[in-house]
């Protein structure tokens, strides 16, 4: 199912408020909450608030929402401080890639130097 709340998907609760997240932004179509296992000093996942299993589904059936998830990383960078000395957006897509939770999500990472290329 896409484009609607999955039921089993921990994602979707953390959009629908009834898993707790340190909310840092959110619309009406897309939140942004640190991730639980931060990678940098600002670690971030951005979603939309409906459910797609990766970034290029997500793109493929509503693009649109995909462009406000990007926008909405780029907001996340400037509010954390980020932008000026360079961040990282990251959608880890398919398991042999590091994907783990499957509801479209883009990382923002920043405030340490990011290596390339990545491991
Ligand atoms: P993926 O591995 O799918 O690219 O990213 C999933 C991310 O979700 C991981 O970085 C992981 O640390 C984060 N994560 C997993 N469970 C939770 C949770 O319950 N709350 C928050 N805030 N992040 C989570
Ligand atoms: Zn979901």
Request: with cysteine; proline share 7%; hydrophobic share 45%.
């Amino acid at each position: 199912m896409a484009g609607e709340t999955q039921a089993d998907c921990l994602f979707c609760k953390i959009a629908a408020g009834e898993v707790p997240a340190t909310v840092v932004h959110e619309t009406e179509t897309v939140v942004a909450f640190r991730d639980i296992t931060p990678q940098a000093p600002s670690h971030v996942l951005v979603i939309p608030r409906a459910h797609y299993p990766d970034a290029a589904s997500l793109a493929a059936a509503e693009p649109a929402l995909a462009a406000e998830v990007l926008r909405a990383a780029g907001e996340v960078a400037e509010r954390e401080k980020t932008a000026g000395s360079g961040y990282r957006i990251v959608f880890n897509t398919g398991s042999g890639a590091g994907q783990t939770v499957f509801h479209a999500h883009a990382h923002v990472l920043g405030g340490r130097g990011l290596e390339w290329p990545p491991g």
